[in-house]
Each structure stands twice: as structure tokens, then as C-alpha cells.
């Protein structure tokens, strides 16, 4: 790849019918998931509209969404499978292919570029041995670059699989968040404390989560891209 | 809760007291949020008292000039006057909690710290244009918070503040928090409004205008977390206060997101209006080994970098922003020091642009991804001088010529970062050889 050709989300069409990855016996919904999607649709004037929620449903389920995933949400809400796969590979979240038990999305936007985003990047892909995209041969992580994810104050930044984010990484903090992973521990929710509640209410206004964290300056990184 | 801050102008920002996010511990509970900050007493006066009809709501909003906080400064207040009379079709809201501007950060501060305030000013827009149903977008990377407003909102279901016949009225309003999947274009409002259908997130031409047609083709209004939260404190207060604070053009309290190379980035409640210098020296507490400014983003990725040698005397709204050559946008400001290089900014600019357009219009899918493979070839020292008119060029070709503004919103950062910083992209690009194999650097020329 010369660096003139830049990485495009082509959404790739299988040559062939790929191989159906879940048995039929396990593509139903439990009594309770059944419950959870007649609530979701009646939410909508059109149930239809309840097409993103059940593709979460069935991700937090199946883990990603293979083809069969799509059709069963689509069957469920009476959709054409086109209409469902269109949703399905638009949006960056839903994961069209297995990855790995932690996905490590690391940000590197703007605010995050300048913290040292990059640094982490690199140096999760050192340590893992892979390239950003790719998943470790164990099948317990996967790195990815995102864009911003709302939290740029406390860059350099990254959330682990759709879940918690872990702040002001450094080198140390990744060692550590790797290590807590392995052993089956997801970081906590951490809130960030606001400036000026540092200034006037002493840090963290909130009493019902455990961990917080002051906005800190992370070492400068010099590498920027 | 006791307001001293009545005729708060920037000048004395020091003075300021908050009133997004007031100091008061554990706030985000319903409890506290009643007890201790007024909560739903505002919705309460508007439903109970004969004073307020949804006319006089929607004016006491004209009053305070409040303009939208989502991005485009748009008078809400008027926004609300646009939708029609009602029908015989539901009528809705849509809150745009997509947040998704680089370098913005604000309104999950709202949603986490304050969730019931952006609530009470739901159900009062919704008094106000009359409406059926709210529906939340909030983008998918928020699930913790989505999770923790979902607890919030059925207390407030319980309490019979949310729900039918809200505090024994006939005004009935239904909110739906529905969780998006990683798409910045979905923020857009027509796209958002595709993406709540359960749709791809295409942005839709306009006209018809969401008022007319929206949601499911009915009449809908979109208004971003912040300008909703703002109601509640309008109605409490009056107009009058919230036109009387800060900048007077774009005035109100305001959240500033501060990120990138200062000693301390984080949220800020404050006036508008306040000096870009206050917010970098006083209260982000200066930029980080005491550097020099290079550049100031001041309102989330899409608008235009200033030069740091230019904001002397900048405020934050935006007829001063405008007069600088930049907007206020979400209010999200990012500082670059001297040290930064803006070939390598823009870098990580251009591919976010080329990563999240929705592709449907050719100049936009084609061009952002012209312009990140320029700026890539030109940051890779491969580019020369006549790379730097060609990115300006595809930008022409690229403004008002979409569907929607994201197509702009690329190509501005990259028109006014080439324009204002360069020289960086000049000290990076090959020497200019004239067709006679000359090489015209050394003469101080710029372009082949
Ligand atoms: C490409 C693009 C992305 C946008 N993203 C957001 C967003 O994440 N959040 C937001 O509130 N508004 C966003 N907007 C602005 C919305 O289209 C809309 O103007 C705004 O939500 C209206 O609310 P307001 O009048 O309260 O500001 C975006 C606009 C564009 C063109
Ligand atoms: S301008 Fe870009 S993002 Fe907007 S509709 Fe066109 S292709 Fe999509
Ligand atoms: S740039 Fe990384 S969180 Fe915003």
C-alpha cells in the first residue's frame, strides 16, 4: 500500500454465501428478550424503527452480527434482510466480523492526536503484536482507531468493547488495564470530576460511583500522528 | 435554588455562578434534584399557572435570545414558532445527545450530572409546541450513560413527572432515550431523524423542513442537550436575566469544553462572550509548559483554526468569532502550542471527514477523501507547492454543493488552516521546480 491510498470502508461483499456461523437452535430470542423487543417496539409509531436496538440485542447475544444474526432481527420486526444488513454496516459499532473477547477502541482524534493518542496506539500494537483492526491470536483483543468519543478532556482516552472508558492513558495505565483484563476484571465506570467542582465542592459531586478521577496532564507525547 | 447572578456579563466571569451544573452534591438524583435546585417546580408553574400558555412560553424564549447550542447558533426561540398549527398527526421532539464534534464534550456532562434538568426542559418545549412524544438520540459510545439516564427517566416516569397527564394536567408527553451505533453524521438533524426511523443515517434534502415533515412525517422540532436544558432556568428567571447575561448577540450561560495542550482541559460553565485569553490563561490555567499559542479551535473540529497571534480580544459568540474568521460552534475549544504542527493536524482532520461521510453526495465522498489523501501526501513530504491550491480548489468544488452542511463543515478547517498556517505546509512540501528545471525556492516563490 503506497500512503496514497487511504483506508476505505468498503463494505465487502462475500463471493460466495458465507458459512452460517450460529445454529439454527440458538437463533431465537429468550422469553425475556422477547419482552425487552415488544417494549422497544411499542415505542416507536413504527416498530420497524426498533431495528437498532435489536441489532444491539442480538450483538450482546451473538458478540458480533453474522448474516443469520441480521436476518433473525430482520424476521423479528417483519424488515427485508437488506434493509436490516443496510443499518447493520452503517454504523461503526455493530460489529460485522468476530473480534476479539476486548476491543480496545483507542482515540486519536484531534484533542487526542495532541495528547499522545498515537503513542498509546503504537504501543498497544507493539505489545500485542498486531496492527491496528487485528485481533491477537488468543482471541482476547482486538485494537481499534475511533473517532472522538466525547471525552476529550481527559485525553488521551479509549473504551473497551462499547463499554467503560478508561482516561489520561499512559504507558503504565495500558500495562495495567491489559493486565486487569486478563484476568477478567472490565475497568470500572469512571466519573470525570468538573474543574470547577474540584474548586468549589472538594472533586466528585456524585456519591454513588466508587472511582473518579481528576482531570490530569498527561506527559506530552511528541509524536503527533 | 437562589440566583445572584442576575445581570451576569463576561466581564466579571469570576463572579459567576453555575446554573447548568450548580454545586450541589449528588444532583443527578431526582431527590436532590427537587429538593434542592427547584426541580420540576418550573414545569409545575408553567402547567398549573393560567400565565403561561404555550405562546408565552415559546416568547418568554424569543426573549432571552437564547440561540441553539448544538452547533449552528440558531434562535430557538423562533425555531419553536416555526412548527404549525397542530393537526390531526403526532407531533414530536427530537434531542440531539449525539455529541460527536471532535473536541466536544459538554452535553454528557448534562446528561450525567444534571439529567433532570435536560428533562423539565423537554417537557416545557413540549408544552410549549404542543407535542406528543420526545425521542432522545444519544450516540452509541455513551451505553454508561445511557444506562444511568435510563434509571433517571423512570423515576421521573414514577413520579409522574414524564408520562400521561403530567401532575394530574391534560398535557401528556412521552420521552424515549434510543441509542445510536458510531455514525458523527447521524448529529446532523435530518440524519439523526433517519436514524431514529431505524434507517442508514442519510441525511435528507431540505425542503420539507423537519417542522412540516420530520419524525415519521410529522412535524418535529431538533434541538441539541444544552439549548434544552437551557428552558427550565429561562422560565424561572425570565428572558430579561438569560438576555442579560453574557454576549449580548449570543448571550447566556454557556459550556465551554477546553481540551488539548492547557494545564487544565475540562468543562466550564460561564458566560458567553468570555476573552479566548481569560479561558486559556485564568481558567484552564494556561497552556502547558508555559508554550506559546499557535492555534485556538474554538468551537469543535469543523470551524476554522485561528492563529494564536490573532485572538487577542476574540470573545467567545459569535458575532466576535465571526469578525475573526471562525464560529462559535459547539463551544468545544481545542489549543494547540507552538510546537504543533498543522500539517499533522489537519492530517487527522481530514481522515475523520473522510472516515464519517455518509457518501451519498459525490463531491463529499469523493472529496474527503481527496483532500486526507493530499494533506497525507503533503505531511509525507511528497506534496509540492501546487497541492496547496488544489486542496483550496476542492474545497470550492465542495461547499454548498451537498445535501447537507458536513460537506462544508470539511472542507472550512481545511480552506483556513492551508490559508492562515501556511507556512508549515510550505516547509513540508518539495522545493518548486519551474518547467525549465529550475528551482524557484531559493527565489522566495510560493507557487509553481
Ligand atoms: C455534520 C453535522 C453534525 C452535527 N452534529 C451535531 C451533534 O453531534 N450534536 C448537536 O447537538 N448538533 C449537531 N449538529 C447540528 C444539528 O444539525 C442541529 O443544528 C442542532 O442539533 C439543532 O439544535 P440547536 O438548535 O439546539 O442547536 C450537527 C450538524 C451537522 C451538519
Ligand atoms: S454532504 Fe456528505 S455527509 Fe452530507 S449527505 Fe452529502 S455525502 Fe452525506
Ligand atoms: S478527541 Fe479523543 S475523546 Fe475527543
Redesign the pocket.
Known amino acids: 500500500m503506497s500512503h496514497f491510498d487511504i483506508e476505505r470502508p468498503i463494505v465487502k461483499l462475500p463471493e460466495q454465501q458465507p458459512e452460517q456461523q450460529i445454529p439454527d437452535e440458538e437463533l431465537v430470542w429468550t422469553d425475556e428478550e422477547q419482552e425487552r423487543i415488544e417494549e422497544r417496539k411499542s415505542k416507536y409509531p413504527d416498530p420497524k424503527s426498533a431495528i437498532m436496538d435489536l441489532l444491539w440485542m442480538a450483538q450482546e447475544k451473538y458478540g458480533y452480527l453474522p448474516p443469520e444474526a441480521i436476518r433473525l432481527c430482520a424476521n423479528t420486526l417483519d424488515m427485508d434482510y437488506a434493509r436490516a444488513y443496510g443499518v447493520a454496516t452503517f454504523y461503526t459499532q455493530y460489529y460485522k466480523e468476530e473480534k476479539g473477547k476486548f476491543v480496545l477502541d483507542v482515540c486519536t482524534c484531534f484533542s487526542c492526536q495532541m495528547m499522545g493518542g498515537y503513542d498509546i496506539l503504537h504501543y498497544l500494537e507493539e505489545k500485542l503484536g498486531i496492527h491496528k483492526g487485528e485481533t491477537t491470536d488468543d482471541g482476547m483483543f482486538t485494537v481499534e482507531e475511533v473517532e472522538c468519543l466525547g471525552c476529550c478532556g481527559s485525553a488521551p482516552m479509549m473504551q473497551v468493547t462499547n463499554g467503560p472508558y478508561v482516561h489520561n492513558l499512559t504507558k503504565d495505565k495500558v500495562d495495567t488495564l491489559l493486565d486487569d483484563l486478563k484476568d477478567g476484571k472490565m475497568p470500572p465506570f469512571v466519573s470525570v470530576t468538573l474543574p470547577q467542582d474540584e474548586d468549589e465542592m472538594g472533586g466528585n459531586r456524585r456519591s454513588d460511583v466508587e472511582a473518579t478521577e481528576t482531570y490530569q496532564t498527561p506527559p506530552r507525547s511528541e509524536a503527533v500522528k | 435554588m437562589e440566583l445572584t447572578n442576575g445581570a451576569t456579563k463576561a466581564g466579571d466571569w469570576r463572579n459567576y455562578e453555575r446554573v447548568l451544573l450548580p454545586p450541589i452534591r449528588d444532583l443527578h438524583k431526582l431527590e436532590v434534584y427537587e429538593n434542592e435546585a427547584n426541580g420540576y417546580n418550573r414545569l409545575r408553574d408553567v402547567l398549573e399557572n393560567d400565565d403561561w400558555t404555550p405562546e408565552s412560553v415559546t416568547n418568554e424564549v424569543k426573549t432571552s435570545n437564547l440561540r441553539g447550542r448544538g452547533g449552528a447558533g440558531f434562535p430557538t426561540g423562533l425555531k419553536w414558532s416555526f412548527m404549525p398549527e397542530p393537526d390531526d398527526r403526532p407531533r414530536y421532539l427530537a434531542c440531539n445527545a449525539d455529541e460527536s464534534e471532535p473536541g466536544t464534550f459538554k452535553d454528557r456532562q448534562i446528561m450525567e450530572y444534571n439529567p433532570h434538568l435536560m428533562f423539565e426542559g423537554i417537557l416545557i418545549a413540549g408544552y410549549a409546541m404542543q407535542l406528543d412524544a420526545c425521542y432522545v438520540y444519544i450516540r452509541g459510545e455513551y451505553a454508561d450513560w445511557i444506562r444511568h439516564m435510563e434509571a433517571q427517566l423512570q423515576k421521573a416516569y414514577d413520579k409522574g413527572y414524564v408520562g400521561d397527564n403530567i401532575m394530574g394536567t391534560d398535557f401528556s408527553m412521552d420521552i424515549v432515550l434510543h441509542k445510536g451505533a458510531g455514525a458523527y453524521?447521524c448529529g446532523?438533524e435530518t440524519?439523526l431523524m433517519e436514524s431514529l426511523e431505524g434507517k442508514r443515517g442519510?441525511?435528507r434534502y431540505k425542503p420539507p423542513f423537519p417542522a412540516q415533515k420530520g419524525l415519521w412525517a410529522s412535524p418535529t422540532t431538533i434541538n441539541n442537550v444544552e439549548t434544552l436544558a437551557h428552558a427550565p432556568l429561562i422560565i424561572e428567571n425570565g428572558g430579561e436575566w438569560f438576555a442579560n447575561t453574557g454576549a449580548e448577540a449570543h448571550p447566556g450561560p454557556i459550556l465551554y469544553g477546553i481540551s488539548g495542550h492547557v494545564n487544565r482541559p475540562g468543562v466550564y460553565e460561564y458566560p458567553t462572550g468570555m476573552l479566548i485569553t481569560d479561558l486559556i490563561d485564568e481558567v484552564a490555567q494556561g497552556v502547558i509548559d508555559d508554550k506559546g499559542i499557535k492555534a485556538v479551535v474554538p468551537g469543535g473540529c469543523s470551524v476554522p483554526p485561528l492563529r494564536g497571534d490573532g485572538i487577542d480580544g476574540v470573545t467567545m459568540d459569535s458575532e466576535s468569532l465571526q469578525e475573526a474568521g471562525s464560529m462559535l460552534g459547539t463551544g468545544g475549544m481545542l489549543i494547540l502550542d507552538e510546537d504543533t504542527d498543522m500539517v499533522s493536524y489537519l492530517r487527522r482532520v481530514t481522515h475523520f471527514y473522510q472516515h464519517?461521510?455518509?457518501?451519498?453526495?459525490?463531491?463529499?465522498?469523493e472529496g474527503?477523501g481527496w483532500l486526507e489523501r493530499i494533506v497525507t501526501r503533503i505531511d509525507e513530504g511528497e506534496g509540492n507547492m501546487r497541492d496547496l491550491d488544489l486542496l483550496l480548489d476542492l474545497c470550492d468544488q465542495?461547499e454548498g454543493r451537498?445535501?447537507?452542511?458536513?460537506?462544508?463543515a470539511?472542507a472550512w478547517p481545511v480552506r483556513n488552516t492551508v490559508k492562515r498556517f501556511r507556512e508549515d505546509f510550505e516547509a513540508k512540501c518539495k522545493p518548486s521546480v519551474h518547467p525549465t528545471g529550475a528551482d524557484l525556492s531559493a527565489a522566495g516563490a510560493t507557487a509553481a
Open positions: 453524521i446532523e440524519s442519510y441525511p464519517e461521510s455518509c457518501g451519498q453526495c459525490t463531491p463529499c465522498r474527503t465542495m451537498t445535501i447537507c452542511a458536513f460537506a462544508d470539511a
